[in-house]
């Protein structure tokens, strides 16, 4: 069975600090995709990574796919209440066609 | 891009009745997903539309349970047979286009079972 593990599940910041989120697997990624969900709504893509070793920067996220495509990091820079919400990664292994969610970290930050 | 809806966005159902739930996008897709969440929780994929053939079912649902059609390229159904308290739950559907690793979904449905 193909897990996605993310960790930490829960995290409470105050407004202004950083913060990381992993999400790991023992298989092989094509590509790896990372969502933010809020409550009420659908996962709202955030970043696809495809390459190992791969960096993306949306705003004051920064997002890396390990070499062995096998895990995945988001930072988060000076967090605001904004960024609160559900994250989660999702990945397609190679071969197959469907994605995979990970267990999911779910972010507050206090004002 | 693409964008998805969904309806309804919510209802209330009674034990042993279906709901059918739709799923529409904006553009032309290849490929559409069927989704379940429990509140707060990650998605599990329930199946895959095919558009011209029969849905294809992960472990654990099955179709005369959850029978998906997808009669074109932009829109798909959910219907969620004899329900139980069990099956309250956020559906959700998202689309992809050929190729592109991305993956849009649309609001989901909440759905509860009396």
């Known amino acids: 069975t193909q897990l996605l593990e993310q960790s930490p599940q829960f995290l409470s910041i105050q407004e202004g600090e950083n913060l990381t989120v992993y999400c790991n697997s023992s298989s092989v990624f094509s590509s790896l995709q990372w969502y933010r969900q809020e409550p009420g709504e659908g996962p709202v893509l955030l970043v696809t990574?495809?390459?190992?070793?791969e960096v993306k920067k949306l705003k004051r996220l920064t997002f890396q796919f390990g070499d062995a495509r096998k895990d995945s990091s988001l930072h988060i820079t000076a967090a605001q209440p904004g960024d609160t919400g559900l994250y989660l990664c999702?990945?397609?292994?190679?071969?197959?066609?469907?994605?995979?969610f990970g267990t999911g970290t779910r972010l507050k930050v206090l004002a | 891009s693409a964008v998805i809806s969904q309806k309804p966005s919510r209802d209330i159902c009674q034990r042993g009745t279906s709901l059918t739930i739709q799923c529409q996008v904006d553009?032309?897709?290849?490929?559409m997903f069927w989704y379940r969440q429990q509140p707060g929780q990650s998605l599990t994929l329930i199946a895959t539309?095919?558009?011209?053939?029969?849905?294809?079912?992960e472990s654990g649902f099955v179709i005369d349970k959850f029978p998906i059609s997808r009669p074109n390229l932009t829109f798909s159904t959910l219907t969620v047979s004899n329900m139980s308290p069990e099956d309250s739950s956020i559906y959700l559907c998202?689309?992809?286009?050929?190729?592109?690793?991305?993956?849009?979904f649309g609001p989901g449905t909440r759905l509860t079972v009396l």
């Open positions: 990574v495809v390459t190992g070793g």
């Open positions: 539309a095919n558009q011209g053939s029969e849905a294809t079912y």
């Open positions: 998202s689309a992809e286009t050929g190729g592109t690793d991305t993956q849009y």
């Open positions: 553009s032309q897709v290849t490929m």
């Open positions: 999702a990945g397609r292994f190679s071969g197959t066609y469907k994605y995979i």
